[in-house]
Each structure stands twice: as structure tokens, then as C-alpha cells.
């Protein structure tokens, strides 16, 4: 957990918080293996959320990590958000993980 603290900013870990408490915690996991860690960003995300709110929530987390994740679905790297991104896959992943 000192890893994904030292990572993370405080926000995230609040929206992370947020996202578990909706349950959308897997979809955002789908989202960021699929299509943007490992430095693939690809044109189209493919994940909609059904709540506006939830995919309000996704696409503030995701930019938090330097992604531009745009309406479309689409996904456009900021800088160099590799670390970041790693970050955030294993958050998600330790929170569905966790979760059940």
C-alpha cells in the first residue's frame, strides 16, 4: 500500500474510494489494461459506463495519470504517463482484487 500512497495523489485515492464504493472498480481495471498501460494508447476505449456520473468519475482518474481520455472513448497520452498509469493499473487492480 506505501507504493500505490507514494504513487497516487490524494485525489485519486479519494475518486479510487469513490469508484469502489459504485462498484465500478472492474470496468475501470478493463479500461486501463486494455488500452492504456504498457504504453499502448489506443484510438478507442470501448468502456462506457451506464451513469454519466460514473464515467464523470473514470475519465478524472484516468487524466489524473496524465491520459486525456476523451467523450469518444478515446485515449491521448499527456507527457510521459507510464509510471503513473502503472500506478493506477495496480491500484484497480489490488482494490477488485481485494473486493471479491
Same mark, same amino acid.
Given at each position: 500500500? #506505501?507504493?500505490?500512497? &507514494?504513487?497516487?495523489?490524494?485525489? @485519486?485515492?479519494?475518486?479510487?474510494?469513490? $469508484?469502489?464504493? =459504485?462498484?465500478?472498480? $472492474? @470496468? #475501470?481495471?478493463?479500461?486501463? =489494461?486494455?488500452?492504456?498501460?504498457? /504504453?499502448?494508447?489506443? /484510438?478507442? !476505449? /470501448?468502456?462506457?459506463?451506464?451513469?454519466?456520473?460514473? #464515467?464523470?468519475?473514470?475519465?478524472?482518474?484516468?487524466?489524473? $495519470?496524465?491520459? @486525456?481520455?476523451?467523450?469518444? /472513448?478515446? !485515449?491521448?497520452?499527456?507527457?510521459?504517463?507510464?509510471?503513473?498509469?502503472? &500506478?493506477?493499473?495496480?491500484?484497480?487492480? &489490488?482494490?477488485?482484487?481485494?473486493?471479491?
Amino acid at each position: 500500500t #506505501q507504493f500505490i500512497s &507514494a504513487e497516487l495523489m490524494e485525489e @485519486q485515492l479519494l475518486l479510487l474510494l469513490e $469508484s469502489l464504493e =459504485r462498484k465500478i472498480v $472492474s @470496468q #475501470q481495471l478493463k479500461l486501463v =489494461r486494455t488500452h492504456i498501460t504498457l /504504453g499502448s494508447f489506443q /484510438g478507442e !476505449a /470501448g468502456v462506457i459506463f451506464p451513469h454519466e456520473e460514473e #464515467q464523470r468519475l473514470t475519465m478524472e482518474l484516468v487524466e489524473l $495519470s496524465g491520459v @486525456q481520455l476523451q467523450e469518444d /472513448g478515446a !485515449a491521448v497520452p499527456r507527457d510521459q504517463p507510464f509510471e503513473a498509469v502503472a &500506478a493506477l493499473f495496480v491500484a484497480l487492480y &489490488a482494490l477488485k482484487f481485494l473486493s471479491g
